[in-house]
């Protein structure tokens, strides 16, 4: 039994070059500054990993951990961090997934694994409690993501898998790591890393019993959190049709990315959106403990997936496949590959406009390219995961592949410090969701910056780019969770109005607190809880108290440790900028139309970001002041 209540009490650390393991005792003073989850593999990167090495060699390193309050009945705490250097942006890489693996490895008694080296053959690890194999994987070997679940699982029985496929072993550096059919940690490339390793999959299962410092009061503050999101206002529409709710409000402001970002909307785009969803058969596909249950499995004659709005941007907009069958077919192929859907499409959507503007030719590309033309999109899907022909360009990304093709092709590549952007264009309603993009530590990514609040009512004044249009009732912000000096600053007395740099700071923030709990950032969870009740809830299931500030520090804090390791690598102020289509070619469509984004708001809005930060204005570093406030100050060495 651990000594720290709430804990599973060990780190877990494998070297695959040795073959060898070793358990270590978790600290209680870790715990208390870094919660768990994204906490804790960016203090292990931050702590092992040398500046500047190659992220596809031994040298890097792989940690997994759980947030904090997984392996409870607590609502939606189910997430699991998996943190390293990208091979996609040469960043800090980091990703996070659900189901059921995470909730396994606390219970097997981990509370942390880290991956060290490279395995002399293909391995997998099968964890199942106290018991720790390294196992051959000659047999996995090609196996695609799908096949090797099955046979680790008909091997093994009951266990969790999360594995890698043709993508990863292959070296694709936006492969990801998949979690059963139909999660994964999507992002940064982090298949790559385990290909890499020689690391094909880590099955796991768990039994032990995880101590909570206080039943009565942990099972109040669950009550209170399922309140919390069954008092969403939108929680039964999330519930029926999960993210792809957005699908329509997106094209209703003229925000997709339809066509590699040339327009913000697309004919035909009603047969992508939530409302094709009753016409298909399918499935509930909730995460472990899990009262909303956003996911649902469509069954297609020649596919089946998840029907979500990340695969409806990324192949229904970005590639004009405008029928949900054909994009459940490519998310569902990719899932099998092991392959990031965002930047796969990103990265196809490059090609095809290059195409188009006879940037790349036949010859070159073996294929005919052409929007919405799902048989090619598919083969130059498995192109990527082998890096066969010209899917050995397109397996570098677009960022790189513009690079290596010349001829003005890096104006198409719709990336942000290396890593293709999402599904929402920021010259629509401009927005904190939107300035995120480029203060992303991951780069041109989503899920790091996202408000607790938001509306799509309202237009945005053209050349307003400090302050969102919100015109929410009071009631609202006063129900949100949040620290009372923040909200005043965040928005405006009547909540017409919110701050986008304050709230950007305080999303991202808020949003590495959610990473290190474990807790979901859907919106029934991120636009209720805050730190009072995350503070609440770690104090029943600990005992150690971390009052609300000092959460919001954890994530201030464990954020600057992720901009050290980046401006370590090389990254400075200049990296921050959308891809040059955003600033100089206005978007087609919607009420926005005509809009192209003011390079030198933005730079003012980056410049305010930088100041209320810490970082010094011209070079985005750290300052040491801010890190002797955060307490790590050590670090400043390093940069
Ligand atoms: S809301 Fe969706 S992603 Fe989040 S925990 Fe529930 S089922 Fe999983």
Redesign the pocket.
Known sequence: MSTIYGYAGKVLKVDLTNQTYRIEELRREVCKRFLGGIGFTTKLVLDELKPLIDPLSPDNILAISPGCFVGFNIP?A?KCEASSKSPLTYRFGTSSS?YFWSYSLKRAGYDMLVIYGKSPKPVYLLINDNSIEIKDASHLVGKDCWETVDIIKKENGKVEVACIGPAGENLVRYASIQNGYYNSWGRCGLGAVMGSKNLKAIAVSGSKEIQPYNEKALLECIHELVDRILSFPPFEKWRKYGTMIVTEVYSRIGALPAKNFQYGTIEGWERCTYQELSKYEGFKL??IT?P????HVINMSDGRYKAEITSATSFGAKLALLDLKSVIKCAEVCSRYGLDIITAAGTIAWAIECYERGILSKEQVGLDLKWGDEESILELIRKIAFREGFGNILAEGSARASKIIGRGSDRYAIQVKGMEIGGRDPRAKWSVWCFGYVTNIRGGDDLRARPPIETFKGIQPLDEYFKEVLNVREERIKSLDMLDDIKKRVFSENGKYMDIVEMTIWSENLITVFNCTGL?I?PPVLGTVGPHLISKIYRALTGIDVPPSNIMEVGERVWNMQKIFNVTEGERRDDYRFPSRFYEEPIKGGPYSGRKLDKEAVDKLLTKYFKLRGWDIRTGKPKLEKLSSLGIDYLYERM
């Not at 909303?292 to 996911?295: L, P």
């Open positions: 939606t189910v659900g909730p995460c899990c909303i249950a956003c996911s979901c859907r």
